[in-house]
């Protein structure tokens, strides 16, 4: 027992996307679909496997070597777009590949410039369609120590319940105690909140902890009730809810 939501769908399971699904590479878009298949390669978060026939297959670079994966054996290409090039960048399944996977193309995903759903861009990796995310507004005080060095005492928060994942308040900036805080040139992306603004280290005496505290200035829509909040990772530091201390879970994702 995690305390939190389980993911649902085991490795192997498939979904349609019941989106239109693009990737671009330069100034080229590799593939345009209505017909994608969400397949979960492992549990917390599925990959975008794209019907051949939906990609552009000019921009293919037949590499002549092949992966076998638990999906089967495909061929492996590369892309090339003008003078833009990414070896390894798709595994094309073809007609020896059970359905529904038959004549699909899996792009890894750092391999294209950009994906988008529908018109929205989406980041990092596919959002799992039977994950929820939601952001609720709550006021049981919140104190957070690490070492014993109280940085943050808050009336309310927000706190984000994310499924598979261990709930993150959110604490309004005036709640934290800044001598103990350090700006960082850290960015980080999550698909469903999108790109951080600013990361913060924790300094305790001469010990400099890295990362510890993240804000987003402008999230996605669902999540606005989060903009220009700070969460800390439960997972490093010791969160007080209700003046009970919380377990430190083992998940370490923002």
Not at 57 to 80: I, K, N, Y
Not at 104 to 121: C, I, N, P, S
């Amino acid at each position: 027992m995690t305390g939190y939501p389980d993911v649902l769908v085991p490795p192997g399971g498939t979904a349609p996307v019941p989106r239109r699904l693009r990737g671009r590479l330069g100034t080229a878009w590799v593939f345009d679909t209505q017909r994608a298949l969400y397949v979960w390669e492992f549990p917390p978060y599925p990959q975008y496997y794209v019907p051949l026939a939906d990609v552009d297959t000019d921009l293919l670079v037949d590499e002549h070597r092949s992966e076998t994966t638990e999906q089967g054996t495909a061929a492996l290409c590369g892309l090339r777009v003008g003078e833009l090039v990414r070896p390894g960048a798709v595994r094309v399944y073809g007609a020896e590949t059970a359905e529904p996977l038959r004549h699909t193309a899996r792009f890894v995903w750092a391999a294209l410039d950009a994906w988008f759903e529908e018109d929205e861009q989406v980041y990092v990796h596919p959002r799992n369609p039977y994950a929820r995310v939601d952001a609720v507004r709550s006021n049981r005080p919140i104190r957070v120590e690490l070492d014993g060095t109280v940085l943050a005492v808050a009336d309310s928060s927000v706190i984000v319940f994310e499924t598979g994942l261990p709930p993150r308040y959110y604490l309004d900036p005036t709640a934290l105690r800044r001598e103990h805080l350090e700006p960082s040139d850290t960015v980080t992306s999550c698909p469903y909140k999108g790109d951080t603004s600013q990361y913060w280290s924790v300094r305790v005496g001469d010990a400099v902890h890295a990362d510890l505290a993240w804000s987003y200035a402008f999230p996605t829509g669902p999540l606005l009730p989060v903009a220009g909040l700070v969460a800390f990772y439960n997972e490093k530091v010791d969160v007080f809810v209700d003046g009970v201390r919380q377990e430190r879970p083992q998940t370490p994702f923002s």
